[in-house]
């Protein structure tokens, strides 16, 4: 069966990076791009880009532009989502999702605080 | 960007209510519009995908319609389960998700 599971929870200080995992098992992972998607407390989804997982090719939402990396290792079928210049309006819940809209990771908290 | 605003942000119903949410896009999306139920602590479970296509597993009381701009999910019979945030999504350009709508009691 298809299965996300992300790393587990992180916390960081103002101004550092994070990078959250995303292990997929269950298809071939070559075959769907993955998004990002993230969750502020108690906010909304809000969108952050996505990483064909074939080529390598990403497009990022402009809101997070220069401070977003996404990647892949397809040799363990993870991708990777790096955050950098972290600040406390970053803490959220940070999902993997599939192209496909049903698979989804279980979350990964990220809490930014000095 | 494609902007998508849902109404109500919340509603209180009672179990065997009809429920109706609506989601609106800021241009045509044809029926690239998805809906999303979420309980707290959990990750968005997908219910409608291409405005009106029931995905596999989800109860026949969910349905959605519409297509272009605006849009529509439908809870014929409320469930005491049905009671979580739902969240249209547009899949036309990027994503872009509503603001969600709470379902109270």
């Known amino acids: 069966q298809v299965q996300l599971v992300q790393s587990g929870a992180e916390v960081k200080k103002p101004g550092a990076s994070v990078k959250v995992s995303c292990k997929a098992s269950g298809y071939t992972f070559t075959g769907y791009y993955m998004h990002w998607v993230r969750q502020a407390p108690g906010q909304g989804l809000e969108w952050m880009g996505w990483i064909d997982i074939n080529t390598g090719g990403t497009n990022y939402a402009q809101k997070f532009q220069g401070r977003v990396t996404m990647t892949r290792d397809t040799s363990i079928s993870t991708a990777y989502m790096e955050l950098s210049r972290l600040r406390s309006d970053d803490t959220a819940v940070y999902y993997c999702a599939r192209d496909d809209l049903e698979f989804w990771g279980q979350g990964t908290l990220v809490t930014v605080s000095s | 960007d494609i902007q998508m605003t849902q109404s109500p942000s919340s509603l209180s119903a009672s179990v065997g209510d009809r429920v109706t949410i609506t989601c609106r896009a800021s241009?045509?999306?044809?029926?690239?519009l998805n809906w999303y139920q979420q309980k707290p602590g959990k990750a968005p479970k997908l219910l409608i995908y291409t405005a009106s296509s029931l995905q596999s597993g989800v109860p026949a009381r969910f349905s959605g319609s519409g297509s272009g701009t605006d849009f529509t999910l439908t809870i014929s019979s409320l469930q005491p389960e049905d009671f979580a945030t739902y969240y249209c999504q547009q899949s036309y350009n990027t994503w872009t998700f509503g603001q969600g709508t709470k379902v109270e009691i």
């Open positions: 241009q045509s999306i044809s029926t690239y």
